[in-house]
Nanobody, 124 residues
Framework: VQLQASGGGLVQAGDSLRLSCAAS????????MGWFRQAPGKEREFVAR????????WYADFVTGRFTVSRDNAKNTVYLQMNSLKSEDTAVYYC??????????????????WGQGTLVTVSS
């Protein structure tokens, strides 16, 4: 599956932004779609993920209550709605996909397919 992320930009602290990840190819029910981010000088970290079929969601502690991951099966698209953005949310955001069983879906290495990343800059 190929992924195309979009929606990043420059916003002020407290603003909202919605990222999109369009997937091409066959998305089977077992796919897990993840969002990760990487700030300058830091490792890529888990943000949120969603189970394609049933819509179950998981979040990193630092975004719970502020970010929401969702999907539109008809459009083969996953979204990350980001509210109450903070300067520390500044990073390149990546979407990723896997249909394999893994022990840890918070680990970026568990995902085979990646989008190109979209930059989110939050000014304080």
């Amino acid at each position: 599956v190929q992924l195309q992320a979009s929606g990043g930009g420059l916003v002020q602290a407290g603003d909202s932004l919605r990222l999109s990840c369009a997937a091409s190819g066959q998305i089977s029910p077992g796919y897990i779609m993840g969002w990760f981010r990487q700030a300058p000088g830091k490792e890529r970290e888990f943000v949120a993920r969603i189970l394609w079929s049933l819509g179950g969601t998981w979040y990193a502690d630092f975004v719970t209550g502020r970010f929401t991951v969702s999907r539109d099966n008809a459009k083969n698209t996953v979204y990350l709605q980001m509210n109450s953005l903070k300067s520390e949310d500044t990073a390149v955001y990546y979407c990723a996909a896997t249909n394999a069983w893994r022990e840890n879906y918070d680990d970026p290495q568990s995902y085979e397919s990646w989008g190109q990343g979209t930059l989110v800059t939050v000014s304080s």
